[in-house]
């Protein structure tokens, strides 16, 4: 059973902060790595993704990759109230997808 | 507007009657898959596809039947509900697949 395991939270931050999430994946042949976001009532929105070991950025977000680890992570640099939304790491083996149960995180003001 | 439409947003049917959920994208995505999302237990896959009459199962197909007979529609067909489909429902495409989806908005079903 593949899995993607997240901490539930819930993560808070003071604005202004780095936010930090991570998940943990259990089949070591996934492929790539995608972080969505889920407001409340909404649908999840894909952040950004990575299948290399290492870093890639994208403006205030930072997506992490240890293969070796098993583990994904995401930075949130400067967070805002707007960000307060549940963060859902995923992963591919194929064509199949699975989700963790997301990292809830509130920006305080 | 790039977008996935499903239809309808909300749905409350009785257990054993048929019902059909849509879903179109206007972006000529190849992929297309649907999700249940339960508490506790995250998204997971029902079905995907890889293009025209191109489809497979994900992690809880059981229930559900799909069908891609045009490019930008992929309908969800619950031939029997019973109420532990009581979930909420996602629809989502992508051009690759390796690069992520795009969700549309959900449908809320209940099965009494």
């Known amino acids: 059973q593949k899995e993607v395991e997240q901490n539930s939270g819930p993560l808070s931050v003071p604005e202004g902060a780095i936010a930090s999430l991570n998940c943990t994946y259990s089949d070591r042949g996934s492929q790539s790595f995608f972080w969505y976001r889920q407001y409340s009532g909404k649908s999840p929105e894909l952040i950004m993704f990575?299948?290399?070991?290492g870093d890639k950025e994208d403006g205030r977000f930072t997506a992490q990759l240890n293969k070796a680890s098993q583990y994904v992570s995401l930075l949130i640099r400067d967070s805002q109230p707007s960000d307060s939304a549940t963060y859902l790491c995923a992963g591919n083996t194929g064509n199949q997808f699975y989700f963790g149960t997301g990292t809830s995180l509130t920006v305080i003001p | 507007e790039a977008q996935v439409t499903q239809n309808p947003r909300y749905l409350i049917t009785v257990t054993g009657k048929k019902l059909t959920v849509t879903c179109s994208q206007n972006?000529?995505?190849?992929?297309m898959s649907w999700y249940r999302q339960d508490p506790g237990l995250g998204l997971r896959q029902i079905y995907y596809s890889m293009n025209v009459e191109v489809t497979d199962k994900g992690d809880v197909p059981e229930g559900y039947k799909v069908s891609r007979k045009e490019k930008r529609n992929f309908p969800l067909i619950l031939e029997s509900p019973s109420p532990n489909q009581t979930s909420l429902y996602f629809c989502?495409?992508?051009?690759?697949?390796?690069?992520?989806?795009?969700f549309g908005s959900g449908t809320r079903l209940t099965v009494v």
């Open positions: 972006m000529n995505h190849e992929y």
């Open positions: 989502a495409s992508s051009p690759q697949g390796y690069s992520g989806y795009t």
């Open positions: 990575i299948y290399s070991n």
